[in-house]
């Protein structure tokens, strides 16, 4: 991974949009990519969350970087995405009751994420605050895109519906083009067809390598 | 004797059925072939070290002189098929691929015999040393294609008693006629040699197997044997490969061969009719093996025959005996369609293990693309040794060598009965052949 | 052609052919196979026609149609060489129409078919790599896709012509909606409702309705050896074992195994479906592992589960464990002590 | 009581596959797959960790954490009662069975960043499940997975051997899969209720 | 030694800046969730029985799948208005939780889905208002499901039959338990139509 402390902090960003997406690419935490996008709100609420656990880890980090001593480095941060996590969940419930209803379970588990992990390892642990917290913004934005991504393509198969609002419909009632979509299936078959067509467009056109990574 | 013929129903599991196309010969008798012009003699048509040359060139030989000696125990002296004077020393086709070093003789139409040669007309005074050691002089090998010398199948290491002989007259290739002939021109001398094998190996139990497709030649062996209560002839099931020694041994005796074993491991010898007439005529006549019955047939040939001709006989000079290739001959086979080896050239000579001469016609040679393995089975029902061909064939088509050894590739005998039934067309035996080689290269 | 194999060639003075052994074949080969496979369902494909009409023709056609078309399109687009007359996509496009219920909307069964040739099969690797039974995905896609119209089944018509049949329940439905009592209602004596199943006169999918027909095929399929007793006979017996023992509401054995067997997809998935080569394990003992199993969650999808008919999940369950039964059960080697253990 | 927990093992094992209808421990179960050897080991390890991390969490969380009030901290302290537990875990073995330790010791690194083993225990809390209850979904979940991991490792292994398209190699086709076994364990779906 | 130190010292700090963010985002939190969840079930009340004037309160508890539920009165000046019952019917994959209400006469007033888990696109028709809807206005003996047209009773959704199943046992099983309680004079009819 590319996580030189260079201050060209465009480049950071987009790294993490593209170059290393965290789930098209680096192929890390892919357990939310399927599990929430069955619809658009959901996936971009998650991507949100993400975001923001990402954005607050990666500065505590690199902010405390030279505090913590190098062997208890791990649990440490392990430590500090947990904090931030619960205060994310516990606004969530708070605030957002209906969506956390259905994916608060997924919200907790962004502590397992490797993604966030190794970015505060990799990133973060290494490099000032700003950069950090452009890259862990980049990670968590990328993260969002490719929610939203696989958020629209089954929702809008799967309901015909766009964030809720019915897109399709015929003679009044809501048309739903392919209910397999919104159910487990659809969202194994959704990714596996979006990373299989993102690695085409990749060799055809931007003559890559085409491989997608794999665990964690 | 009745109920043996009864017990020979029972078959050994898998195996296939193709088109015998055996009555393009069998109903003709073998005839003398002329002497070669020119016998091409390699030194090595034998499994084991090749022999080595005893001749010089423009050296002057006699039929049946030894002109090379044994390179060692796993391995047979070679003689001179005709008389003449030697040509040349040094590498020609040989029918079963590569290049090989051979003698050449070229024939002075004489057909002198070798003066050496005596015979024995009270041979079985002799004790078991002596006729192995004549077995051994006369340079015979194996003449059901395995060619694996014969007087070493015949010392037997002594932790492995021997308590039964099997003579194969199977002959379960298509086409192939040999033994068949063979079986009932010297039905006598093939008993006799037979039981001169089992006096070696001190066997009291001796037994004909045959293919019920010939029941002429099961008639004539058992009239032969009639005076002989320790040998049985069996009439066998027609069915690819029973001539496999596994199969036939399983079939006789209810015995199994061990997975990488040799029939010695359960006390058996198997030898070719062929073998035993080549023994009966050494021990009595003191004759090396410089000849032997072979088919020269197929849609390819003007007039399908069966021959004796000398070791040596190009397959051209013998084609044309037979009056020549039609138009449509398109793959010229050593040995039978199933096992035979397809040659590139007519130059290469008959050898010990030549039981025939296949030559197919352009419709039934052509080569058809192969497909994907649609996992049907078939190859694992044909399969005698019960392997699973399919998943062996795929692995090895990917260069997963290992996964094959895993899946017993190493037990495969290349009967071809797999590739035979397949569907897609899979050439699982020619896989098999590269894995096995791949395999071996990995050994050492 | 093997390299290797190639160079000899050339060594050849005259044009004599040079390849490895055995030098003869027998006459078999895939397509045959696969269109015979295809030949053994006409009578099924008749009688559904018989009973559906022209809806039944239209569907067949285009379900043939896509999956063909597809077929070819995909090796198109993939460069590899075009092998739709090898016949299995066809097969696969019929068997997808004969799995889908008469009246249906046309793109239900063209979107089955695609998503069998396209997503299940060539994805995969195309033609004997595929894990699951393409045509039985197909259905399943369609069936969680649009639920109302792949449960909604049509009484078979009176007129051969026309789509004027009435929608009704399917036998199974019926059973496990409301029970025994209300099939003899309908039915009147068992022998009745028996011989109804067993012609094929009643609400079903297309290809599953006649019995009769199904047989046909099938007794053509086992005399040629295009399939082997296994895999049918051991799914059939364990499902009508266990309707038997399970299926009655007063206490055990007090089922009705006939009308089990006999209604649903169970004869036309056995025979057909379950026998699929590509899809299921090769070796004889493994088969009969295999039809035992897809028997026994038939009768539980049947009994316990929330779907009247279970054949299709039980084969594609059966499916994901073929290649571990591959790994697992091997054929015992000639003269091997005992059957070498799997490399653990 | 017995049925109840037979209809949960069943329930977590096959019909809520944590993989194939709740999605989760996707990384692992991607991961370990690609041969036999590492699918078979995360097996064990995973059931073993997944039936002591419960235990353990559920033994603090009822007779610490919510008497203390201090149930919102669940999130921290679970991880870390199951990273510490790896930790622990992976020193004994070491020292008490090297074999074993060689075998199974480097799943053990991956476990804790892996969803299911935290999804869990968050259920059993959230839920208020007896000890009876969680440890018998701990089982049924990693009898589940480790089904899955088995499945997955043997389709793919003969995948090997198939030619793929070239953009699909990988991950992809390893998705579009799990769909389709997904898809096929739909047919468990409405058996039991819970 | 000094190294030692110096980690436990980091390690505290952390700790207690973590515990410190925290506990404080938790004090701010908890009350809006608890009131937001409180509000949340009394609107829900109050949507069963919009012109009661007085608090709506539980009158009692009552089981159902060997589970508790709650009843309630809603009143106006101590006079009841409607009946209301939270209850649960077994469906495809889950349990559907409802609130039914009843008017004075023990006639549905409405039907409100609180919670399930079932199929979505399937089983979660349910909730579309054309399956409610069907349930405004049945007495007891008159909630039965029916596959196929019908007006008199409850028509099941195709392709969801077990989840429509779920919502008329449960709905069924909460009326007859309130008639059973405040309808001496109903009580009659409620015999029967029971599964
Ligand atoms: C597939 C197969 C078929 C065979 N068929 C025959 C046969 O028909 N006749 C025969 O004599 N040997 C046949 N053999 C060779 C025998 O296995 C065995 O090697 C031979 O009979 C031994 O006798 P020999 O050493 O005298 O040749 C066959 C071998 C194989 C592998
Ligand atoms: C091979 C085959 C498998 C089938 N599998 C299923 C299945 O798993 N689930 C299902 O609902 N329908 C399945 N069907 C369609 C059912 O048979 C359909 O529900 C059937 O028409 C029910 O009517 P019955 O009562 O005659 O079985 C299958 C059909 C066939 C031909
Ligand atoms: C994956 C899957 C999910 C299902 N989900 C539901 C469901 O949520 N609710 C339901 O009533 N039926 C569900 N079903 C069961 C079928 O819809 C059931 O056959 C149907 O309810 C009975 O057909 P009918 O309603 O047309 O009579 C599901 C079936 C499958 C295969
Ligand atoms: C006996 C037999 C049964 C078959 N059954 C099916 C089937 O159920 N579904 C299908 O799509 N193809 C079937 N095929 C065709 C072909 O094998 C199948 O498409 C392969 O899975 C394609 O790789 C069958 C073929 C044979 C020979
Ligand atoms: S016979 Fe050919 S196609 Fe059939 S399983 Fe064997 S190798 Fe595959
Ligand atoms: S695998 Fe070997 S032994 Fe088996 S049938 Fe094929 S060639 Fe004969
Ligand atoms: S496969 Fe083996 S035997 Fe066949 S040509 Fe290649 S190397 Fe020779
Ligand atoms: S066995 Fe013959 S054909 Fe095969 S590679 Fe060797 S030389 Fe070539
Ligand atoms: S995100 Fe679930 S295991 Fe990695």
């Known amino acids: ?216 | 004797m009745q109920e043996a013929s009864v017990k020979a129903h029972a078959t050994f599991s898998g195996g296939v059925h193709p088109p015998e196309n055996k009555d393009l010969t069998a109903h003709k008798p073998a005839v003398r072939a002329g002497l070669p012009k020119r016998a091409v003699i390699p030194i090595s048509q034998h499994i084991g070290a090749p022999s080595k040359p005893l001749v010089v060139v423009g050296q002057e030989v006699k039929t049946g002189e030894k002109i090379a000696d044994s390179g060692g125990f796993v391995s047979a002296p070679v003689h001179a098929s005709v008389s003449g004077k030697v040509v040349a020393i040094g590498n020609f086709p040989h029918p079963l691929g590569m290049d090989v070093t051979s003698i050449v003789i070229e024939s002075d139409g004489k057909d002198e015999w070798f003066p050496g040669i005596k015979e024995t007309r009270d041979y079985n005074l002799l004790g078991p040393e002596e006729l192995r050691k004549m077995v051994q002089e006369a340079g015979i090998v194996g003449m059901g294609g395995a060619t694996f010398p014969t007087h070493v199948k015949l010392s037997p290491p002594k932790e492995k008693p021997i308590d039964v002989v099997i003579l194969n007259g199977a002959e379960c290739e298509p086409y192939l006629t040999s033994d068949h002939r063979l079986m009932l021109d010297r039905s006598s001398e093939i008993i006799e040699g037979l039981k001169i094998i089992m006096k070696i190996l001190g066997v009291k139990k001796g037994y004909v197997g045959i293919e019920s497709n010939k029941p002429d030649a099961v008639e004539a062996m058992k009239k032969a044997a009639a005076g002989s209560p320790e040998i049985q002839v069996w009439a066998l099931k027609v069915k690819y490969p029973q001539g496999a020694e596994k199969m036939l041994i399983k079939v006789i005796t209810g015995r199994t061969v061990p997975a990488g074993g040799l029939p010695m491991d359960v006390g058996v010898v198997v030898q070719n009719v062929g073998t035993a007439a080549a023994v009966y005529d050494a021990v009595r006549y003191g004759r090396p093996l410089i000849e032997r019955y072979v088919t020269v047939t197929g849609r390819g040939v003007k007039e399908p025959k069966n021959f004796i001709a000398r070791i040596g006989m190009p397959f051209s000079q013998l084609l044309e005996e037979a009056g020549g290739l039609t138009d449509s001959a398109a793959k010229v086979i050593a040995g039978g369609p199933m096992m035979g080896m397809s040659q590139y050239t007519l130059d290469v000579p008959v050898i010990k293990g030549t039981s025939g001469i296949t030559v197919l016609s352009k419709s039934e040679a052509s080569v058809k693309p192969y497909g994907p393995c649609i996992r049907c089975a078939r190859c694992i029902d044909a399969c005698p040794m019960k392997l699973q061909p399919s998943i062996i064939g795929v692995f090895i088509e990917k260069g997963h060598f290992e996964d094959a050894k895993d899946y017993n590739v190493l037990d495969c005998f290349e009967c071809g009965s797999c590739t035979f039934v397949c569907p897609a067309n899979r050439p699982i035996v020619q896989w098999v052949k590269r894995a096995k080689k791949e395999l071996l290269k990995k050994k050492n | 052609m093997e390299a290797a194999a190639q160079k000899e060639q050339q060594k050849s003075p005259t044009q004599l052919i040079v390849s490895i052994g055995p030098h003869v074949h027998a006459t078999e080969s895939t397509a045959a196979i696969m269109w015979s496979v295809s030949g053994a369902l006409l009578p099924a494909t008749l009688m559904s026609v018989y009973y559906f009409g022209m809806s039944a023709v239209m569907i067949i056609a285009v379900s043939i149609l896509t999956a063909v078309l597809s077929e070819a399109a995909v090796q198109k687009i993939l460069k590899k060489q075009v092998t739709v007359s090898d016949g299995s996509a066809f097969l696969t496009g019929l068997l997808v129409a004969l799995n889908v219920p008469s009246g249906i909307p046309l793109y239900i069964p063209a979107i089955g078919s695609f998503v069998a040739i396209v997503i299940t099969k060539q994805l995969f690797g195309g033609l004997g790599f595929n894990i699951f039974n393409p045509a039985l995905i197909g259905r399943a896609f369609i069936l969680i896709s649009f639920p109302k119209l792949m449960t909604t089944y049509y009484e078979p018509l009176t007129s051969a012509f026309g789509m004027d049949g009435k929608t009704t329940a399917t036998p199974l439905g019926i059973l496990k909606e409301e029970g025994m009592a209300r099939l003899l209602e309908i039915f009147h004596t068992k022998a009745a409702l028996y011989q109804h199943l067993f012609v094929g006169n009643r609400a079903g999918s297309l290809g599953e309705t006649s019995i009769a027909a199904l047989l046909l095929g099938a007794i053509f399929l086992l005399l040629k050896r295009y399939i082997t007793w296994h895999i049918p006979v051991s799914f059939i017996a364990t499902t009508a074992l266990l309707t038997w023992v399970f299926g009655g509401k007063e206490g055990l054995m007090t089922g009705d195994p006939l009308l089990h067997v006999l209604s649903g997809g169970l004869v036309l998935g056995a025979f057909y479906m379950a026998t699929d080569y590509v899809t299921g394990p090769s070796v004889r003992s493994a088969q009969i592992i295999f039809g035992v199993a897809c028997g026994a969650l038939t009768a539980l999808i049947r009994l316990k589960g929330g779907y009247p008919e279970g054949v299709m999940f039980a084969i594609l369950i059966m499916n994901c464990f073929a290649p571990l039964l591959d790994r697992r059960v091997r054929s015992k080697v000639f003269g091997k002590v005992e059957a070498k253990g799997v490399k653990k | 009581m017995w049925e109840h927990v037979f209809t949960v093992f069943i329930a977590s094992a096959l019909i809520n596959n944590f993989v194939f209808t709740r999605y989760l421990g996707l990384c692992i179960f991607f991961g370990v797959t690609k041969r036999m050897e590492t699918a078979v080991g995360m097996s064990f390890t995973f059931t073993a960790v997944m039936m002591i991390g419960v235990a353990l969490n559920w033994l603090i969380y009822n007779y610490v954490m919510v008497p203390l009030g201090i149930a919102f901290l669940k999130i921290v302290i679970f991880i870390g009662v199951i990273a510490g537990f790896v930790q622990a875990a992976d020193t004994i073995m070491k020292k008490v069975t090297p074999a074993l330790y060689y075998k199974l010791g480097i799943y053990l690194a991956l476990i804790t960043t892996n969803c299911i083993i935290l999804a869990v225990p968050l259920e059993m809390a959230g839920e208020h499940m007896g000890l009876i209850d969680s440890l018998t979904l701990a089982l049924g979940s990693g009898a589940g997975f480790s089904l899955a991991l088995i499945i997955m490792a043997s389709i793919r292994e003969r995948l090997d051997l198939a030619d793929v398209p070239k953009s699909f190699q990988g991950l992809p086709i390893a998705f579009v899969l799990t769909g389709l076994i997904a898809l096929a364990f739909l047919g468990f779906s409405g058996m039991v209720t819970l | 030694m000094k190294d030692l130190l110096r980690i436990t010292l980091s390690l505290v700090v952390i700790f207690v800046a973590a515990g410190v963010i925290m506990g404080g985002t938790y004090k701010v939190t908890s009350p809006a969730k608890f009131y937001a969840e409180k509000k949340e079930k009394e609107e829900a009340l109050k949507e069963m029985a919009p012109e009661a004037t007085d608090p709506i309160r539980p009158a009692g508890t009552w089981e159902s799948h060997e589970k508790p539920y709650e009843y309630y009165v809603a009143t106006s000046g101590n006079k009841p208005v409607a009946y209301i019952a939270s209850t649960a019917g077994k469906g495809y994959s889950s349990f559907v939780k409802m609130l039914v209400s009843l008017d004075t006469n023990f006639i549905i007033r409405g039907i409100k889905v609180l919670s399930h888990g079932e199929t979505p696109g399937l089983g979660d028709q349910i909730l579309e208002p054309g399956f409610l809807e069907q349930f405004k206005g049945k007495s007891l003996n008159q909630i039965v499901l029916i596959k196929g047209e019908t007006k008199e009773n409850i028509q099941a959704i195709s392709g969801a039959t077990i989840s429509s199943r779920a919502v008329t046992n449960g709905v069924r099983d909460a009326v007859k338990m309130l008639v059973d309680k405040y309808g001496a004079g109903v009580a009659a009819t409620a015999k029967e139509g029971v599964r």
């Open chain 1, 1 to 216: 991974m590319s996580g030189n402390g260079s201050a060209n902090y465009w480049q950071i960003f987009k790294n993490g949009l593209f170059g290393e997406n965290p789930v098209f690419r680096l192929a890390l935490s892919l357990c939310p990519a399927v599990a929430v996008t069955s619809g658009v709100k959901n996936g971009f609420l998650m991507g949100v969350a993400v975001l923001f656990v990402m954005v607050m880890v990666n500065a505590t980090v690199s902010l405390i970087r030279n505090f913590i001593n190098p062997k208890v480095r791990i649990p440490s941060y392990m430590f500090i995405i947990a904090t931030w996590v619960t205060v994310t969940d516990l606004v969530m419930a708070a605030y957002q009751r209906a969506v956390y209803k259905e994916m608060g379970l997924y919200i907790m588990l962004i502590v397992a994420f490797a993604i966030v992990l190794s970015r505060a390892e990799v990133f973060a642990s290494r490099n000032k605050l700003l950069p950090s917290i452009v890259d862990g913004a980049g990670m968590g934005v990328g993260f969002l895109l490719a929610l939203v991504l696989i958020g629209v393509f089954r929702e809008f198969l799967g309901k015909g519906s766009l964030w809720g609002m019915q897109i399709l419909s015929m003679n009044g009632k809501p048309l739903k083009p392919l209910l397999i979509m919104i159910l487990p299936t659809g969202g194994f078959f959704a990714m596996g067809l979006l990373m299989g067509f993102l690695n085409w467009i990749d060799r055809r056109f931007f003559g890559g390598t085409g491989a997608s990574g794999g665990g964690h």
